[in-house]
């Protein structure tokens, strides 16, 4: 039930409130407001180290799941003990983000929110390999934002849009 | 001093006197401070003194002002201080130390905090200040005990003999006041950098800094009031530990200072563990 975030770097000043809040109502939106989720901002530095050591990618990138449970898209996870209410960890490469919407002239706060959503979606199962995949992520990601936009009032897009 | 002194009243006690000594040859007790006093009467010489002195052909006075050699190495430069080879090798090696840590000194001058901060140094307490619209930011910390012990785990057993050692690095724990100008109080948060986790290579996973207590005191006192409630954060709520966070980060207390704050606390330990080092020389060494 807690959201335990930290702010791992100085490349990029990040509004820790309003990120939580966003969380915490998309995990809400999800159904899954019972289990723990982290979620760490990261300078690219540290994205690169993990995305090299997990994926075999030494790069920045916008952001990296760790889930905790093993699910299919769509299922909740169904733990046998208190330690178990644990969705994983998201590393939201925040650096890469803001670089990224310097360049698109997109809005960073609403990008970090929508990175989260897509980052809380794979460590629920969801996935974009193949297009039913991504299309049955996408539609997920949708609804929660969704969800999201009626609380804050704002427009907020899914990440994976035009993927496929 | 004092084995000198030993050594002339031996040596006193031995020849016989002269119609006017001098005054320091004549202090036979090794505890009077008045020579004066100790001026034996004229014509009372034992026997054997005058023997001894007429054997050492009247040079006595220059041996007696000429420093004996013990075991000690003994010096009379009048200082007051006992000196011995291990001073001496002490002193040397002070010499040493102090030449390579000047010459490891990353900044000879104290580096700057970025953001309009004002530094001011009181021996090993430091203050940035800080004022921003009606606001005045007070940041203080102290570098004494504010290195960390370095953790032994693998990867510095691992450490090959010729590599250099990490750096140490000054991570004190420090205070931020909040001083708003129509409010008679002054906000405190007590911030600590986390223990395990800085001074390794690479990012890491955790905050930056973390704020462990907040208080409110009254503006201008200098007593901390017990009496006052202290918010302990280790059981806060997280949405309301961000705010803090926030509104610190609002005042320029963020993740950028929190690192340059530590380039400013290792600059300022290593400049006061330098000075240290060259009174500690002076004091023992006496010159």
Redesign the interface.
Known sequence: MSVVLRNAQRAVPVRRAPLRRALCALRAALGASRFDVGLVCAGNGLMRRLNGAYRQRPEPTDVLSFPFHRVAAGELPRPSCRDEYNLGDIFLGVEYIHQQCRATGEDFDSVLAVTAAHGLCHLLGYRHNTKPEWQQMYQKELEILEELNRLTGASLRPLTAGLF | MLLARALRAAAAALRPPLRHPPRRLLSSSSSSSSPRALLPPPGAAPPLARSLWQLGGGGWRTALLRPRRGSAGGVSCGCGGLHTEGDKAFAQFLSDEIKEEKKIQKHKSLPKVSGGWELEVHGTEAKLVRKVAGEKITVTFNINNSIPPSVEDETQEEQKPDEQEPDLTSTPNFVVEVIKDDTKQTLVLDCHYPEDEVGHE???????FTIREVSFQPTGESDWKDTNYTLNTDSLD??LY??L??FL?DRGV???F??ELIELSTALEHQEYIKFLEDLKSFVKCQ
């Open positions: 690479g990012e890491e996973e955790s905050d930056i997280w949405a961000d705010h966070m926030d980060a963020d993740n950028t929190a690192d």
